[in-house]
């Protein structure tokens, strides 16, 4: 064996193992642990049913919707699937809601950010204030 042939051969073998390190090292790192290996969904059966605001009372006649209906369900419906099983205008899209939370997270975080920029504003104000007394 030649020892051009060696080096060839080396450098593969290199290669091999340099690609099954990374490979192993992105299948330990995309592992999901704790709550983010839950679906968005995993909730939903555990939260209380939603109740309709214009479901009449079938004693009444009531539409009120702060009145109980004895026909108001208490308990989730049995589902075998794991998004919630809402049609029409009622469904609700988790993505929609994850995004909508993200912009709400965003202008809380701009909002602390005015405050703490005027927080300090008034702060350089009254450092200012001071000097000037203490230079008069």
């Given at each position: 064996?030649?020892?051009?042939?060696k080096?060839?051969?080396?450098?593969?073998?290199?290669?091999?193992?340099?690609?099954?390190?990374?490979?192993?090292?992105?299948?330990?790192?995309?592992?999901q642990?704790?709550?983010?290996?839950?679906?968005?969904?995993?909730?939903?059966?555990?939260?209380?049913?939603v109740?309709?605001?214009?479901?009449?009372?079938?004693?009444?006649?009531?539409?009120?919707?702060?009145?109980?209906?004895?026909?108001?369900?208490?308990t989730?419906?049995?589902?075998?699937?794991?998004?919630?099983?809402?049609?029409?205008?009622?469904?609700?899209?988790?993505?929609?809601?994850?995004?909508?939370?993200?912009?709400?997270?965003?202008?809380?975080?701009?909002?602390?950010?005015?405050?703490?920029?005027?927080?300090?504003?008034?702060?350089?104000?009254?450092?200012?204030?001071?000097?000037?007394?203490?230079?008069?």
């Open positions: 064996m030649s020892a051009t042939t080096w060839i051969t080396l450098a593969l073998l290199g290669l091999a193992i340099a690609a099954a390190v990374a490979f192993l090292a992105s299948r330990l790192v995309s592992e642990i704790g709550i983010a290996s839950e679906s968005v969904s995993a909730g939903y059966d555990l939260a209380p049913a109740r309709s605001a214009t479901a009449p009372n079938t004693k009444t006649g009531n539409k009120d919707p702060t009145t109980p209906s004895d026909t108001t369900q208490t989730p419906p049995e589902s075998t699937t794991d998004s919630p099983s809402t049609t029409g205008d009622d469904a609700v899209d988790p993505d929609q809601l994850a995004d909508e939370l993200e912009d709400r997270e965003k202008e809380r975080e701009d909002e602390l950010k005015d405050l703490e920029k005027e927080r300090e504003d008034r702060e350089d104000e009254i450092r200012d204030e001071e000097e000037d007394r203490r230079d008069d």
